[in-house]
């Protein structure tokens, strides 16, 4: 991403980074192997993020945030993915959920959830998902009835990042039934709501320290001043809207990884031996490597250009598709290629790659499948006007 950033900025933005760096190596990377296995982070390290300056990077300093832009989300998600820990969901948390509250909450919202969320004492989920509606989201079934000064919100969620930590949902409900997209709001619930509970921490086959949940909503009142953005049946378009960003948060983690997998690659073929050479020495690796390097160099080249789109206000949703779609298509199979010339050690949880293999394989399905992103694509080109 520093190839795009002007000279002036680019000395502010190389000190976040390595506040971040430091950051992680320090506070986050002695800590991975048991944050899997009790498949969590720590809400200790969320609040250390907090006070180290990582939390809410983009919010405005006047609600407690860092006062930057995606540039420095882009820096958070370039150094989770360098050390192959995607599954703390910083990103998540500053750059889909924070915005929805910074763009479309009330002043009420912004100054009770903001700065707890940039602190770390509020750690924020947002619940779209459902077992019979994800990629179809207008067929979601979550209920908002209002009652008086209350919404109740019965329902329930599948696959939420940050579910079992999250003191904060961001729910997407319907607020009229039989309107479809048209009828559903977003709405910020407390977890402390009477109702409202979590179910199991999926057991995933990668990401074990994202706590990936079930949520389950019985009758949950809250104060109808929860509404974000104060106006009913604003929800659809309100998650199109962001939707650009949270597929080019992907599209950052992809590239990232893929020039992560490309270097610990390169090291390890170096130093493994073969037939009496390094495996680097193989034509078979060199052309692989190469092949690998490229693709994550046009990638690269494509994602920052996505970047300096997105700061200028100017990602268009099919853009974003293409970046989400294409990076994690390749990233799935840069990574494979990677894994292959590490033989069986590539195969042991010890080794950075295999996480990466297993994280690689759900940037295709996850912020909205790829095939959903063709069709946006699709959607651009015309297609929809000839038929
Ligand atoms: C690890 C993880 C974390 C997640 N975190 C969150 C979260 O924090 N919040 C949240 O709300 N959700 C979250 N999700 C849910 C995720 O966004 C959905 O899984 C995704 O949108 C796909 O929905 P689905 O699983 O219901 O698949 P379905 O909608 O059932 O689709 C299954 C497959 O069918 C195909 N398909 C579907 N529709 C079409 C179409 N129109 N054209 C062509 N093919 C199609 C695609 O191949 C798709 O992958 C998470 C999921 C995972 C795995």
Not at 52 to 67: D, M, T
Not at 131 to 147: F, H, I, K, N, Y
Not at 155 to 178: C, H, M
Not at 294 to 317: E, N, P, Q, Y
Request: hydrophobic content about 45%.
């Amino acid at each position: 991403m520093d190839a795009i950033v002007p000279k002036a900025e680019a000395a502010e933005l190389a000190l976040f980074r390595d506040t971040v760096r430091r950051f992680l190596g320090d506070h986050v990377v002695p800590h991975i192997a048991t944050w899997r296995q009790a498949g969590m982070v720590s809400r200790a390290a969320w609040r250390e993020a907090g006070r180290a300056g990582l939390l809410c990077a983009s919010v405005p300093a006047e609600y407690g945030g860092g006062g930057g832009d995606f540039r420095h989300e882009a820096v958070i998600i370039e150094e989770l993915a360098r050390i192959g820990f995607g599954d703390f969901a910083i990103p998540l948390h500053n750059a889909i959920i924070a915005p929805y509250i910074v763009h479309y909450g009330t002043a009420a919202q912004k100054r009770r959830y903001l700065p707890a969320m940039a602190s770390g004492e509020m750690i924020a989920a947002i619940a779209m998902t459902e077992p019979d509606a994800g990629s179809d989201l207008q067929a979601m079934r979550t209920r908002a009835v209002r009652e008086g000064d209350h919404f109740v919100i019965h329902g329930q969620k599948t696959f939420i990042s940050n579910g079992q930590l999250a003191d904060l949902v961001i729910v997407a409900a319907k607020t009229r039934a039989d309107a479809g997209g048209k009828g559903i709001s977003l709405i910020a619930v407390e977890t402390t709501a009477p109702g409202f509970r979590r179910g199991r921490n999926l057991e995933k086959i990668g990401k074990h320290a994202q706590d990936t949940s079930e949520l389950f909503f019985d009758e949950v009142r809250v104060p109808a001043e929860n509404l974000l953005g104060g106006v009913p049946d604003q929800g659809f378009v309100q998650l199109m809207r962001q939707l650009p960003q949270e597929r080019l948060v992907i599209a950052v983690g992809a590239v990232a990884a893929m020039e992560a997998a490309v270097a610990e690659t390169i090291a390890y073929t170096e130093n493994r031996r073969a037939f009496g050479k390094a495996l680097f020495e193989f034509q078979n690796t060199r052309f692989v490597l190469a092949e690998a390097a490229t693709v994550a160099r046009v990638a690269r080249v494509f994602v920052d250009d996505c970047i300096g789109k997105l700061c200028a206000g100017t990602l268009d949703v099919a853009t974003a598709a293409m970046a989400k779609y294409w990076t994690s298509d390749v990233q799935g199979k840069v990574i494979d290629a990677c894994q292959q010339l590490f033989g069986g050690y590539g195969y042991m949880a010890e080794y950075p790659i295999a996480h990466r293999y297993t994280d690689a394989r759900v940037q295709r399905i996850y912020g909205g499948a790829n095939e959903i992103m063709k069709e946006l694509i699709a959607r651009s080109l015309g297609g929809e006007k000839k038929r």
